[in-house]
């Protein structure tokens, strides 16, 4: 796999990266589905399929019907000279979103870093997180025995007030 890659230490690094977090969530799963039953992580696996779906359909739903396009420019990738075209179509029609990367340049020989894109797309997703669960927690039942902070039927753990003598 390396000798395909046009960063194979980096390839490397990130392929041990992510066999290390398979290795620590098949663990965790492991110890949901001892804790609550495959079925119910299944079913909250289901419920959360479900949300993301209804939650992408009214987003498209909110778009109106018609066609935005827009180009942008990449840095360059270290190898050749210029700098990558990204030229990006979405089309509305009939309720569905069609994506269309037309005139968009070829894949670059070298690496390319979006950093500053990747900050703003973190923020922007956590700031979306925050909205959903204020939103969705008071439509959230969740099922007996498994019980989260997103849950309507969560109540906070009562904190003891008293202090202990001769504390600051």
């Known amino acids: 796999m390396a000798r ?3 960063t194979p230490e980096m390839m490397i690094g990130d392929t041990l990266a992510m066999a290390a977090a398979c290795t620590i969530t098949e663990k965790r799963l492991s110890e949901l589905m001892d804790k609550f039953g495959l079925e119910t992580v ?5 419920a959360y399929a479900g949300r993301a779906r209804d939650a992408m359909r009214r987003l498209i739903h909110a ?8 180009t942008d420019f990449l840095d360059d990738d270290g190898v ?12 509305k029609i009939d309720g569905r979103l ?30 979306f997180v925050k ?13 007996s025995g ?3 902070k997103d849950c309507k039927q969560f109540k906070e753990p009562k904190t003891s007030t008293t202090t202990t003598p001769g504390a600051p």
């Open 4 to 6: 395909n890659s046009r």
């Open 42 to 46: 299944l079913a909250c696996f289901e």
């Open 63 to 70: 778009l109106p019907e018609g066609r935005v396009a827009f």
């Open 80 to 91: 050749r000279e210029g700098h990558p075209r990204l030229c990006v179509a979405w089309e």
């Open 98 to 127: 069609r994506v269309d990367y037309t005139g968009t340049s070829e894949q670059a020989e070298g690496a390319i870093k979006a950093q500053l894109t990747a900050t703003q797309s973190q923020t922007s997703l956590a700031k």
């Open 131 to 143: 909205a959903f669960r204020a939103k969705w927690k008071a439509k959230t039942d969740c099922r």
């Open 146 to 148: 498994f019980v989260i």
